[in-house]
């Protein structure tokens, strides 16, 4: 068997280049998905230590509403980035 040479790599990525801003922006999008989810781990220590046990209701109402917030942003984000990656694949699909 042969190896393999720069020469195929360097054809497989080129059928890849038209959707590189695609690829950009579904990564950024991922980097988001996991800023919300250390943003809604932040809320819930919030909650634990100051909502809990000084037993402040308001805090803890805001704190119920920022991750109801968190939580759709979360899902509405996650869903453009896998419709994104889900277009890349088919156009590579279909050009390859």
């Known amino acids: 068997m042969q190896a393999p040479s720069n020469n195929n790599l360097l054809r497989v990525l080129g059928y890849g280049r038209p959707y590189l801003w695609y690829l950009v922006v579904s990564s950024t999008l991922n980097m988001l998905t996991i800023a919300c989810d250390i943003g809604?781990?932040?809320?819930?220590?919030?909650?634990?230590?100051?909502?809990?046990?000084?037993?402040?209701?308001?805090l803890i109402r805001w704190v119920a509403l920022g991750a109801l917030l968190i939580v759709v942003l979360r899902s509405v984000i996650s869903y453009l980035s896998s419709y994104l990656l889900q277009y890349i694949e088919e156009h590579l699909t279909i050009n390859f």
């Open 40 to 58: 809604f781990l932040y809320l819930l220590k919030l909650l634990v230590d100051t909502g809990f046990v000084d037993q402040n209701l308001a």
